[in-house]
């Protein structure tokens, strides 16, 4: 029932905020084959920016994108380069606490929500370019990581901390990472450019409320799968497109949440 409660006030929350303006982020100049984002590293978002141009709006990629999305540098950005570019990923969308590896985190659905609210609201949104942290995880089809207060679990067991004092203290580390985005007292919210992309699932060069709603939903399916496969509601598709997710409210206390098989 708690978990109920918690979804229905994060959609209650999401059918209440008003239109996003898009934010501008800064690219950093780079020449890695599938960064096509231009912040300096490999993710799921740029999996899911191909992802989008091939099945969505193939106008939404820029000459100079196009040719960093050509992965094997054949002259044509397809499917081949989409793979290509999702198995070299160091993190996966919505992984903003960079942990590395499969993560499906609700921090980023409730992370998307606040950008669109806060600058809803008139919030300053700054993104900044940070340095890009080395992930925690290496084999990204084995790892789920899930951290709560002093509870941490590791790869579907929990942490030991007294053990593994080096890896409890990193992941406590990127908890506050992602903890740290938050409306500051200045009435700004402040997050690394990597950050940023990361919460873009849809990967239409901005976070709205469509990324709130698939992030969710992604979550859910996810964390009740257990596969790392079910973060995503198509095969080879590696954006969370919109038509992916419904959430509906059946009361105060239910909410259902409806994903693409």
């Given at each position: 029932m708690k978990t109920k409660k918690m979804l229905g006030f994060f959609t209650a929350a999401i059918m209440a905020a008003a239109a996003l303006p898009v934010v501008s982020v800064g690219?950093?100049?780079a020449a890695l084959p599938g960064d096509?984002?231009?912040?300096?590293?490999?993710?799921?978002?740029?999996?899911a920016m191909v992802s989008h141009a091939l099945y969505e709006d193939p106008s939404t990629?820029?000459?100079?994108?196009k040719a960093l999305a050509d992965y094997n540098g054949d002259g044509v950005v397809d499917e081949t380069d989409l793979e290509a570019i999702h198995a070299n990923e160091v993190f996966s969308i919505g992984d903003i606490g960079m942990i590395g590896g499969v993560?499906?985190?609700?921090?980023?659905?409730?992370?998307?929500?606040?950008?669109?609210?806060?600058?809803?609201?008139?919030?300053e949104i700054s993104v900044q370019d940070d340095a890009i942290p080395q992930p925690i995880a290496t084999d990204k089809e084995?790892?789920?990581?899930?951290?709560?207060?002093?509870?941490?679990?590791?790869?579907?067991?929990?942490?030991?901390?007294?053990?593994?004092?080096?890896?409890?203290?990193?992941?406590?580390?990127?908890?506050?990472?992602?903890?740290?985005i938050s409306l500051q007292e200045n009435g700004k919210i402040e997050l690394s450019t990597l950050q940023y992309h990361l919460l873009d699932a849809t990967g239409d060069g901005k976070v709205d409320i469509q990324d709130?709603?698939?992030?969710?939903?992604?979550?859910?399916?996810?964390?009740?799968?257990?596969?790392?496969?079910a973060k995503y509601f198509a095969p080879g598709r590696y954006d969370l497109y919109p038509d992916g997710v419904n959430v509906d409210v059946v009361s105060k206390d239910c909410v259902v949440i409806r994903v693409a098989s």
């Open positions: 690219a950093v100049d096509v984002d231009q912040d300096g590293v490999i993710t799921g978002h740029d999996s990629l820029t000459e100079e994108q993560t499906s985190d609700i921090q980023a659905a409730y992370r998307a929500i606040l950008l669109y609210s806060a600058e809803s609201s008139g919030a084995a790892h789920f990581i899930g951290y709560s207060g002093d509870t941490m679990i590791w790869d579907g067991t929990y942490l030991n901390a007294s053990q593994d004092a080096a890896l409890a203290q990193t992941i406590r580390e990127r908890h506050e990472m992602v903890e740290n709130a709603y698939v992030l969710l939903g992604s979550y859910a399916k996810f964390y009740v799968s257990g596969d790392p496969a």
